[in-house]
């Protein structure tokens, strides 16, 4: 299997519950239309991303496909916006309207919402 350099690395994801929790516990909160993101400063040189689905949202073919859109479009994001020049641990929930969303509406609301965090 060929590596891909561009994928998101292991250790800029939150893999762990206590690293989800700290940062809902720790961090600010910012609703955007197709989800809520939680984010809190963290010790690290670079900054790392989680992203929640419930079952709400339906089958786990519609949760892996926003996760993956999630994913990707965070990825993309990191460079042009400066993510991890503020090393942040970034939760991002889902909501539920976002599984009847397109992509192209799911990422502007979703970059919108990242850019302000950049900001902050």
């Not at 239309?33 to 963290?42: D, K, T």
């Not at 990825?75 to 599984?99: F, H, M």
């Amino acid at each position: 299997m060929q590596s891909r350099p561009e994928a998101l690395p292991k250790e800029k994801r939150l893999a762990k519950r206590r690293e989800f929790l700290h940062v809902y516990e720790t961090g600010r909160k910012l609703f955007s239309r197709y989800c809520v993101l939680f984010f809190a400063a963290n010790q690290l040189p670079y900054s790392r991303v989680g992203v929640t689905t419930t079952k709400k949202l339906g089958k786990a073919n519609v949760r892996n496909r926003l996760k993956r859109w999630t994913r990707e479009i965070y990825r993309r994001q990191r460079q042009p916006l400066g993510l991890d020049q503020n090393a942040l641990d970034l939760v991002i929930n889902v909501k539920s309207n976002a599984a009847t969303a397109e992509f192209r509406d799911y990422r502007s609301d979703l970059e919108r919402a990242l850019r302000k965090i950049s900001e902050a």
